[in-house]
């Protein structure tokens, strides 16, 4: 089921004009911004498909500038993100994509702060409901229903069973878990979707686990 | 999960002698683990965002950048005002505040996605039409949402919502379709009338593409949400009359994916076909835009904001 609640259908309550591209947009914006962990000093985004054709008409690019600005759907500042981005001193880039995509409103955004990248594809499936298709390269799937917690490893034994330690720990309950590895014994990325949103205790209690480079909450 | 299609809906309504509103809270409350009240209350806050922009656009002057969008709502309003109308009053107001959610939602205003943004004004302008007429209280304007939205959890998680995906037949036609199957049940319908309701008012949006002149979302979604409101009235009043649509809801649900599917990419909300391509779409383009507008296989790379 894509859609579980029935706010996913009377809602969001948003800035016009456009579900799919403002309202996704800045929740894509967001994602990647969550996941960043901080204010980038430079982003990269590439609009595919639709978001490709009719992104000016419909404020896209405005939008995945307020949502990496960690704005909300409804803040009446996504009209300016594009002038507070600069303001902020967050130079970012537009570009068009020829690939078709699997999704017609896809876009990738890479924010950078001097040395680390974050990179994802995020798809805005409608109605402003987004999912993340892919993470640092690895494919994914994730809708965003629950609290979800995006763990980047060393690809070795163990670390599955230490993270989940962690978790069972605090009692906190695995509802899905995905692991995608670059190449054995290369870098690896877990996704564990959680009933129980995660403290930042837990996220520090997982990121001191040796092999463990990063761990990140995310909420859609 | 209690239900997925419609048919499920209107049996577990008929089964428990409930309404599809209360079939949709009770779902809510089984798989978000929320109480009544706090899921009530949002949907009160939802309605509260709906009537602001109901009433911003039918009584303020509402313009959008391209000034393409300016003030249709009020003029429709002034019009009904001077009584001598041909459709009637009752249904050239929710034509009336469906133009004035869209309104607002095309100058960058605060509205509720109903089921998206573009289709946003046929649902409130319908509910704020008719609840007044019909003496509805505020519980009852929350319920008429919370059916729509169990009419909208069926078409979003059988077939899709958005115009990028299916046309626009998947937005203004699915708030339509869930606008009508709503007014029925809150003018005293039963849940198998709402849904036929339903079905009557999606069978006529079957087909309809998303061709959005310049990409924006003015023209010409905001006067779709227009005839999206009168053509929901229309169905709920067919559904309480007695008559039944031959094609059952979850049927043309179905139809209306395998239509969308078989859309082909310039109309689906990429601004390459339909009336976004007319000689007349295109001048607004140019117009809006400027020698900056992307085409397709054209101008790669862009850079703003710095």
Redesign the interface.
Known sequence: MKYRSVFDIIGPIMIGPSSSHTAGAVRIGKVARALHGAVPTRAEVTFYGSFAETYRGHGTDVAIAAGILDFDTYDPRIRDALKIAAQEGVEIEFLIGDDVPEHPNTARVRLMTEGTMTELVGVSIGGGKVEIVEIAGFPIRLSGDLPTIIVRHVDRYGMIAKVAQVLADHRINIAAMHVARKSRGAEALMTIEVDESPSNDVLEAVRVIDGITSATRLTL | ?LF?TIEELVRLAEREGATIAEV?IA??MA??GRSRED?RS??G??LD?MEAAVRRGTEEEVR?NSGLVDGDARRLMAYIARGETLAGADILRAAAMAMATNE???????????????A?GV?PGVLFAHAPRLGKTREAMIDF??A???F??CI??NA??????GGCQ?EVGSATA?AAGALTEMAGGTPRQAAHAFAIALKNVLGLVCD?V?????VPCVKRNAMGAALATVAADMALSGIESRIPPDEVVQAMYRIGRMMP?TL?????GGLAATPTGLAIKER??GG???T??Q????????
């Not at chain 2, 689906?268 to 390459?272: C, K, P, Q, V, Y």
């Not at chain 2, 101008?299 to 710095?306: F, Q």
Request: aromatic fraction near 6%; proline fraction near 3%; glycine fraction near 10%.
């Open positions: 999960m997925r949709m779902q809510e798989v978000t899921i949002q949907m806050e939802q965002v959008s607002v939602n095309a100058a960058m205003g605060l509205i509720c996605a109903t089921p998206t943004a573009g946003a649902v949402l919370f729509a939205g169990a909208g959890y979003a998680n899709f919502i958005s115009g990028a995906a998947a869930m959005p310049a990409g924006l979302v003015e990419a689906r909300e990429t601004a390459l809006v835009f900056k507008a992307l397709a296989n101008g790669r790379s862009d850079s703003r904001g710095h």
